[in-house]
T-cell receptor, first 112, second 113 residues
C-alpha cells in the first residue's frame, strides 16, 4: 500500500513542451507539498496546499501551476519546459502542525 | 529567516564505527528539527524529529540526535555504522508557524567494510 505515489517516475521531454506530474496520498492528510531537488541534491519547497487551498507559493516561475482537485491529490503542471527545469520533483503530505512529511518516490524530469 | 547548515557534504566511516553527522540551525523562534534519510533513487524517510520535548531524540535504525540550544545544533549519531546506512542524510527545520521545511544541503554517508 503506497502512502504517497507519483506518476510518472521518469519523464523525458523536449524544451518548450508542457507536462504534468501527478501525486496522490492515501494517508488522509490535509496538507500536500511539491519540492524540487536539483542535481546537487538540494531540496527546496515549491508549493503547499491545505484542504485544496494554496498555502505556500515560493518564488517559482508561473510556468509551474499546481492543481489540487481534492485533498488526496496535488498535481503539478509545467508549461514551456526549460533545460533548468530538469530535476527530481517530490510530492509530500502531512497533517498540519509541524508534523512528519511523508514523501513520494520522486519524478525525475529531464528536459532535452 | 530560518536556515540549516550541514557541515561536511561527505562522511566516510568503517562498518562498526561511530557515525556523526553535523547540523546547525538558525531560528528566531523555537525550532522544530528533523533528520531525513534518502536512499538512492528513493524519496525521503523521516529518521527522527525534535518538537520541544526531550532534547535527546531516538529515531529509527539506531539513530539518535541531541538538541543543544546553546550550540544551535542537532547532530545525528549512531554508535555502530552498518553497510545499509549508506545514504544521503538531510537536516531540516520548520519555519515559524507554517509547515514549510527548510532543508540543509545534505550529507552523503559512505560505509566501508
Amino acid at each position: 500500500d503506497t502512502a504517497v505515489s507519483q506518476t510518472p517516475k521518469y519523464l523525458v521531454t523536449q524544451m518548450g513542451n508542457d507536462k504534468s506530474i501527478k501525486c496522490e496520498q492515501n494517508l488522509g492528510h490535509d496538507t500536500m507539498y511539491w519540492y524540487k531537488q536539483d542535481s546537487k541534491k538540494f531540496l527546496k519547497i515549491m508549493f503547499s496546499y491545505n484542504n485544496k487551498e494554496l498555502i505556500i507559493n515560493e518564488t517559482v516561475p508561473n510556468r509551474f501551476s499546481p492543481k489540487s482537485p481534492d485533498k488526496a491529490h496535488l498535481n503539478l503542471h509545467i508549461n514551456s519546459l526549460e533545460l533548468g527545469d530538469s530535476a527530481v520533483y517530490f510530492c509530500a503530505s502531512s497533517t498540519a502542525g509541524y508534523n512528519e512529511q511523508f514523501f513520494g518516490p520522486g519524478t525525475r524530469l529531464t528536459v532535452l | 529567516a530560518q536556515s540549516v547548515t550541514q557541515l561536511g557534504s561527505h562522511v566516510s566511516v568503517s562498518e562498526g564505527a561511530l557515525v556523526l553527522l553535523r547540523c546547525n540551525y538558525s531560528s528566531s523562534v523555537p525550532p522544530y528539527l528533523f533528520w531525513y534519510v534518502q536512499y538512492p533513487n528513493q524519496g525521503l524517510q523521516l529518521l527522527l524529529k525534535y518538537t520541544s520535548a526531550a532534547t535527546l531524540v531516538k529515531g529509527i535504525n539506531g539513530f539518535e540526535a541531541e538538541f543543544k540550544k546553546s550550540e544551535t545544533s542537532f547532530h545525528l549519531t549512531k554508535p555502530s555504522a552498518h553497510m545499509s546506512d549508506a545514504a544521503e542524510y538531510f537536516c531540516a527545520v520548520s519555519e515559524g508557524n507554517t509547515d514549510k521545511l527548510i532543508f540543509g544541503t545534505g550529507t552523503r554517508l559512505q560505509v566501508f567494510p
